[in-house]
């Protein structure tokens, strides 16, 4: 019986975790990212995760866009000061950045206007 | 989902991909030559012996023919490849003879061609299907009766299969069509290896005495021509294709062609030249007769295992053949979606990144021309074919012209062996319409037409969609801002309508009023809002008219800015879909709103659990999110946004859920560019499911619908032609569906009527 439930929960395993997976493993082939999980407040770091959500705030001086990444561990954000274009970002593109983290409104960590390098498909490799 | 419903799910179709996964579905040339050379390969199975029906109504002379005829249909079978070579180079985004056609002779050809592949797809499926089920009735004919399910099974389990992807229903189709190719190479081997170093053998049909009906003439000639040109069938599935294959995606899909090609020619070459050698004789009229190539490897196996062995994999390719069709059309038909010509519909990608409505659609469709044909082969073939031809024709005539205009080096060349191809395909598409035409071909050749005026009246509906909702002189974000009128819809008197008071409250509508059907629920109303006139309507006619006409009615007085909205508590009395459909009057109620112009629909739904006797629901909720589903900017949007900032809310928000990059960023900039003051949140929706991704969303506000709640805006379409409603996604019922049951969540749909004319 442990057997078939042991089956049961593998074939209910939801999507949701073996992207998580996917993406820890994609995370980990980039030489210097660290997890975001063990990333803290005011250190410089370098992190690698997908796009999950684009907010862009017209609002705020002449425009603010931020990206929410996940890498499997956890999520934060990637916000640009000043823009009335998008970045060249897009949902579901691979974000490598460096800069140092801070941390936002709601308690996420935040880079402001951090380095930045896109990956067009990093979900298959 | 329930946690039973997804292990079903997991079980037939497998697991969910994210969007990410698209390039892992990517075919390699070993999984894809089968894949769409089951089809092309398939018709060896039966092109030789339509040849050799024709030539045998002239006699022994006829028969002799085979040889010849069989060489110019190989050529031409090389022309047609080298041309559609040229064609996966220049349209690596498939669409075939659709493409060229559409891009080279103008819209007419182009629907023209689509309409020829559409229809020839789902014969394909309807007649490979019915050929494999021909296979199993004759060899057990206490099954005769059955036909038709049996046919229906083996369609849904190719559609199962084809549901669960393309990759995975190509390695498993992939075994039967690799050894389709070698059993007829052994066949083919063994005949010339009997035939040259010994005596050929002689098939069992070679003595039959049959009497010639016609003297050999050109024409007859022609039609055997025609008739073996069956052989060519199924070389556009690769054409139409190309984004199956693995990158660098042109030049894999003209290596296959050009295997593919090789395989089909060499297999047809043979098994034509062993009918002549073993003097096989094929009448039409003739019952109980082998077919061709069962009777030649019967003649060289001398019975035995490798005659079943030949027997057994034809039958398996011919229905695989339908897989073939299986690919293509669901991606021709999310390419004419993409171009408008077809639904929207059709470019939704599965759970496992398949066109799952097109797939869906080819069953159904092939389905119902088995049952109407009565899974009778000999009828339902007689419409293959014109299809084929038809595309056959248009593809090449639109290369020679593309060809022209760019004057490649070696252009004259390349165009002279197309336009070839073209005259040649040309002439067989008039034999086969015209000699097909009584028995069966009329119908395609009236179908064809339908089918594009279909097309072109999607597309004229959507362009004019797309220029109403952007036209400027209707922007209300331009407008005056309006006021907010609110009218509850008072069914009984219960928590759900105590929230729908608090929530209204909150919202500081200009006025607040409230109507019932009921006339005794009066005094129990004032002493839950002293300050809201309630309006007692009654007539004989039916709620959803009363309510309509009030409305109506109310909306008279008020200005074009200005927003009615009708707000309808509901009480549910569990967390299942089933809810919906318990009140259908209501749900009559709140569909018949949409359809009124100005007015807007508020939704307020409580399930029985939440009720706490010691809350006052009519108390204000402190915060109000308010969320705006957004897909596009346009009138629409433009209009939700400006009901939104009707409603005193603690935030607004614009909402969106993207899948691609290029998509996302082009909506950010039209976003800034429309300079809508404020923010726009594009959320990924891997896994493709709105309603999913929506809740998700929602929760993370941890709304308890007391002090805290969300209101999530919906703008929809409303087009004036009712039928033309399923042309426009119904992503806001969608999401309706799973906002329902969330607490403390609201939803408003705010309808935009466009006036397309």
Redesign the interface.
Known sequence: MAFLSRL?DR???T??D??AENLRWWRSSIPGTTPIAELRARERAKVAG??????????EGS?A?EATIIDGTGHMVSKWLGR???P??????GLIMEGMCGIGDDGELVMLNPEYDLV?????A | MS?AG??LK??FLG??????????TLLPKTIALPVFSSDPLSSNAYATQEALIVLAAAGAVGLNLIAPISLAVATLLAIVVTSYRQTVRAYPSGGGAYRVAHENLGMYPGLLAASALLIDYVLTVAVSITAGVEAITSASPALHDRKIVIAFAFIAFVTLMNLRGVKESGTLFAIPTYGFVLSIYLMIGAGLIQCTFGSCPTAESADLSFHETHAISLFLILRAFAAGTTALTGVEAIADGVPAFRYPQSSNAAKTLTIMAALSTSMFLGISWLADQTHVVYIEELEEQRSVVAQIAFAVFDGGFFFYLVQAMSAAILILAANTAYQDFPRLSSILAKDQYLPHQFMNRGDRLVFSNGVLILAVLAGILIVVFDANLTRLIQLYLVGVFISFTLSQTGMVLRTRSLRHPGWRHRAAVSGFGAIVTGIVLIVIAVTKFEHGAWIVITAIPFVMAGMRSIHRHYSTVKTELAHPARKPAERRRGHQHMVIYVRQLDAATARALGVVRSMRPADITAITTDPGTGSAWRRLAREVPLTVLSGRRNVRKLVREHLMERRKDLGPTDFLTLVVPELLASRSLLEIFRRPGLTRLKASMLTAPGIQLLNVPMVRDEIDIMIDETQEPARNHVLVLVSGVHNATLQAIEYAESLHATDIRAISF????????KL??L??EA??????????S??RDIGLSLRDYIRQFECDGIHRIVTVVLPEFVVSKRRHQILHGQTALIVKRYVLFERGVVAVSVPYHLHES
């Not at chain 1, 060249?88 to 593109?93: E, N, P, Y």
């Not at chain 2, 809508?676 to 949140?681: C, G, Q, T």
Request: hydrophobic content about 35%; aromatic content about 4%; glycine content about 10%.
């Open positions: 049961l074939l209910a395993r999507p949701e073996f992207r997908v796009i999950q959500n684009i907010r862009i705030d017209p609002r425009g866009i009335d274009r998008m060249g970002i897009g949902l579901g593109m067009t498909d990093p979900e298959h | 946690r997804a292990v997991r079980i697991r969910p991909m994210s969007h990410g996964e698209m390039e892992h993207g899948l691609d990059p290029e998509g996302t960023e950010g900039n976003w800034l300079r809508i003051p404020h923010p726009l949140e594009i959320e990924a891997p896994f």
